[in-house]
């Protein structure tokens, strides 16, 4: 017995050693295979730098004329080029006349041309922006380059990367499985489990891929992991975002590990010329130093009425050679041009009320001042009844200037008047304890607000036709209240929508059978991206500090796949500091396109700005120093139908561009002529323009300034270094958490599965029920488990659970299925809504993780079978009239 014993150890040491022979062995070719592969990556990172160099060479004068004297770089570069032994040449601008084989469907004529001058920089090694106006296909033209480096590169090569906003995510995605359908493509977005997840299965080989789809938050917070990698391409998909170069996000990106740089942008320049400097910093970090940044300062400071026209023109002159610049006006006939108008209206009296109040700092308000219009008494006729909601609002208004309420101060600790002020341009209700008490929505949150009532008017005409309508506030908070007091479904995009919630809103907003009209998007989430072509109307209720938000918004609907006339009202208060803010804007758009004013992409004769140009900017001017009283009163607009406003609006703006064509010089029978010499009186436009410094005066009132005394400036000064010196240490008293007691609910009466009944057991998390035997599980293991949940909290497809998921899945109404967003099947959703009828009657309400459909399977059983969908049909029937009888 013995010498059995002794060998059977003898025998696993022999296996083990094997095993681990084995092992060392697959792991040095694994080593020596990457080591390869490296070493083919490093040589053609080698390649890319020559050409790189040999590209700055030729251009250098673009460069220097944007860095301060004496810079040494572009000597040192030619003498490196000099001494290297690179036998390779310049590479001219070459238009393709095929697209890679790879990309699937047809791609336009400007988009191969797109492609070609992508193509052109990727040869020469340049980093490069591709700054065509939002809604001409950049996703497109991107995927077209990648897959030509797939299709010319030989040997190994490192992945794509692209960082994009939350909101587009998921059109990427999509993009990618419509043109590119051979790449293998992941999103790297979701919990910190999802992500772990990822990263391991990339590290051990599991997943393969061709692109990473990341969001600009994911990046942040796995930076490092980002930066460990190899990339062949770093895109970034509206790279605007880095416009701070002193933001975490922008610092985090300036390390990544990517051959070359790739900037998606319909809206490179914003504000100022920092900004611009920004993206160069990233495309070229070597060029364009932390020491380059001052001149691009002191050359546009509209703080400082500076301006630098001719450090303009080579600033457009570099653009007009590393960006691709196009517009729908020029390459994209198949879009209608849009119509946009910009709406002067009243201040109502409540916003006239809190206007004052806050400029004066006044507990009771002279009402007198606010009941006055265009310097005038409101009239009102005789026997004329006033609107039920506007009694309500005169009421409040009284009560409060004569009976202030115990929070009397708490709108006078307010910082920033200026952001106070354009709030109450949206609603009087957005400051605290400005709305009546007890609150409840009534006819008097309309009334409040004279863009509530332009946005009430708009939407009363243009829904019974059909139509459907983008809203854009950057305070969404009442038009949400708005559209409850009208019982209008809408879809909701802001910064507290989960992707998933995204993804759904905006693809049933595009079916053609869709359960809204409207869509209520923030202006800064929602102006990224997406793609919302079934709007034909979009209402601006506000105006950005920034003009290329407002027109990243605008081209959610005018892109391409729009087949209707885009109809844009542009809501501003007459008078108001938002009316003065436009004189602000409209330098920004001049500076916009004065340094994007050239279409050509490789050089050559620079285009000046167009006369259709220079006249748009010229038209968006303030009105708010205006003498002239021909704007409406409050009465007239408020009787007024929306089509007689709007034609009072555009004969205002038909006459100002009149004048101005007048004072120019400008007559109407030649339009040649007429071009001509509105560029010919250009630069003195430009000048006169440019000249001063565009403030804001918060302080005016009817066209006066609101002085303060010294003494109220003196309080007000103490008050507020009394809060600078308050004590904000807070003792918390620890007490046990209670546990959160969960909302109690009905369950159905039949299983899920077989719709029988008998012996149930329960959904911890819903009211669904279900055998055991047809959950696939025993009594015995129901009673040990101390909860169970019915196939509805995870994916039928993918297994993964709601968190995993990221917050949401699309469960059916008729079946045991449920679908995370991946695997949600092709085509129109038959949506049913955010809660089912049946769970109403059970007392539970909307659920945030779930949205429920009828699935595509049920649909087919139905058509098999149309006897079990009439049953299904009788059983909702039923549930219906029960839910009216509870309701009444």
Same mark, same amino acid.
């Given at each position: ?20 022979? =084995? ?28 050409? +790189? ?50 990309? #699937?469907? @047809? ?66 995605? /999509? ?54 990698? $190899? ?8 790279? !605007? ?19 070359? &740089?790739?900037?998606? #942008? ?11 400097? @920004? ?59 849009? =119509? ?68 009397? !101060? ?38 409040? @607000? ?22 854009? @506030? ?78 990243? /918004?605008?081209?959610?609907? !005018? ?92 004969? &205002? ?67 507020? $270094? ?32 077989? $719709? ?43 297994? +993964? ?44 309400? =909307? ?42």
């Amino acid at each position: 017995m013995t010498p059995v014993k002794s060998k059977r150890p003898r025998t696993v040491s022999l296996t083990i050693t094997g095993n681990r022979k =084995e092992g060392s062995s697959a792991k040095k070719l694994k080593m020596d295979e990457k080591k390869a592969n490296t070493i083919i990556v490093n040589v053609k990172k080698v390649s890319a730098e020559a050409a +790189r160099r040999r590209w700055l060479c030729r251009h250098r004068q673009l460069f220097e004329s944007l860095l301060p004297s004496g810079g040494s770089y572009f000597d040192r570069l030619e003498k490196e080029a000099k001494v290297s032994s690179d036998k390779g040449c310049y590479v001219p601008l070459h238009e393709l006349d095929e697209q890679p084989e790879t990309v #699937t469907g @047809s791609m336009k004529d400007y988009q191969l041309h797109g492609l070609s001058y992508l193509v052109w920089m990727y040869k020469n090694g340049m980093n490069c922006i591709l700054g065509d106006e939002m809604g001409l296909g950049k996703t497109l033209q991107t995927l077209s380059l990648l897959a030509y480096v797939h299709e010319n590169s030989k040997g190994p090569r490192d992945p794509h990367l692209v960082v994009c906003p939350l909101s587009v995510l998921p059109s990427w995605l /999509a993009e990618a499985a419509r043109w590119v359908p051979s790449f293998t493509v992941i999103r790297f977005h979701g919990t910190q489990q999802e992500r772990a997840r990822l990263k391991e299965g990339i590290r051990t080989g599991e997943i393969q891929f061709d692109v990473c789809v990341t969001t600009y938050d994911s990046y942040s917070v796995e930076d490092g992991w980002f930066k460990s990698r $190899r990339w062949t391409y770093c895109v970034l998909d509206e790279g !605007h975002k880095i416009k701070n170069a002193d933001s975490a996000i922008s610092g985090k990106l300036q390390g990544i590990s990517a051959m070359y &740089r790739l900037i998606l #942008t319909g809206t490179p320049v914003h504000n100022n010329l920092i900004e611009l400097w @920004s993206l160069l910093h990233w495309l070229y970090p070597t060029i364009f130093t932390p020491t380059s940044e001052r001149q691009f300062k002191d050359s546009f400071d509209l703080s400082r009425g500076r301006y630098s026209l001719p450090f303009l023109t080579a600033a457009q002159q570099l653009l007009s050679t590393v960006m691709l610049r196009r517009t729908k006006a020029n390459v994209e006939m198949s879009v209608p041009p849009r =119509e946009e108008l910009t709406v002067f209206i009243p201040l109502t009296e409540s916003q006239r009320f809190w206007t004052l109040r806050l400029l004066t700092r006044l507990s009771a308000v002279d009402l007198e001042q606010i009941f006055v219009s265009n310097g005038n008494k409101v009239k009102k006729e005789a026997g004329k009844p006033i609107h039920e909601g506007r009694q309500q609002v005169l009421a409040h208004i009284q009560a409060q200037a004569t009976t202030p309420s115990k929070d009397e !101060h708490q709108w006078k600790r307010l910082m920033n008047l200026l952001m106070q002020l354009r709030k109450v341009c949206d609603h009087p209700y957005l400051l605290p304890n400005a709305e009546p008490e007890p609150y409840s929505i009534g006819e008097h949150l309309v009334a409040s @607000s004279s863009k509530l009532i332009a946005v009430d008017k708009i939407l009363s005409d243009i829904l019974p036709k059909g139509e459907r309508v983008l809203i854009f @506030s950057q305070w969404t908070r009442c038009v949400l209240y708005f559209m409850a007091l009208r019982s209008i479904p809408y879809g909701r995009l802001d910064g507290s929508t989960t992707r998933p919630r995204r993804a759904l809103d905006i693809k049933l907003f595009q079916q053609e059978k869709s359960p809204y009209q409207v869509f209520l998007i923030s202006t800064k989430a929602g102006g990224l991206g997406i793609n919302l072509t079934k709007a034909t109307t979009v209402i601006m209720c506000d105006s950005d500090w920034n003009p290329q938000n407002d027109l990243q /918004a605008i081209a959610r609907a !005018h892109r391409i796949g729009q087949t209707k006339t885009v109809k844009v009202y542009r809501l501003i208060c007459r008078g108001s500091v938002e009316d003065q803010m436009l004189d602000r804007i409209r330098r920004k758009l001049f500076l916009s396109v004065k340094v994007m004013g050239s279409d050509n992409p490789s050089g050559g004769e620079h285009s000046g700005m167009r006369s259709e140009e220079l006249m748009d900017i010229l038209r968006k001017g303030s009105s708010a120093l205006e003498r002239n009283n021909d704007g409406m009163d409050l009465e007239e607009f408020l009787d007024a139908p929306i089509n007689t406003i709007l034609e009072h609006s555009r004969s &205002r703006e038909t006459v100002r561009e009149a004048k101005m064509k007048h004072e120019m010089g400008v007559k109407e029978k030649n339009e040649e002529e007429n071009d001509e010499k509105l560029l010919a009186a250009a630069e003195d436009e430009e000048a006169a323009l440019l000249s001063g410094v565009a403030q804001v005066q918060s302080r005016l009132f009817d066209g006066r300034l609101v002085q303060r005394n010294n003494k109220e400036i003196a309080e007000e000064w103490q008050e507020l $270094r009394k809060r600078q010196r308050t004590n904000r240490t807070v003792i918390i008293d620890v007490k046990p958490a209670q546990k959160r007691q969960r909302k109690k609910y009905e369950h159905e009466d039949w299983c899920v599965y077989c $719709r029988d009944g008998g012996e149930l057991v329960l959904c911890s998390y819903c009211p669904r029920v279900f055998h055991p035997q047809c959950h696939g599980v025993t009594k015995a293991h129901v009673e040990r488990l101390p909860s169970l949940t019915c196939p509805q909290h995870s994916c039928s497809s993918c297994s +993964r659970n709601t968190s995993d998921a990221g917050g949401m899945l699309f469960r059916c109404q008729t079946c045991t299925q449920a679908f995370c967003e991946d695997c949600l099947p092709d085509g129109d959703l038959d949506a049913v809504g955010d809660t089912l009828p049946e769970f109403r009657l059970l007392g539970y309400g =909307e659920s945030t993780n779930a949205y429920y459909i009828r699935c595509q399977d049920c649909h087919e059983r139905f058509e098999e079978d149309p006897e079990v969908w009439k049953s299904w049909q009788e059983e909702m029937r039923e549930t219906e009239k029960k839910l009216e009888a509870m309701e009444l």
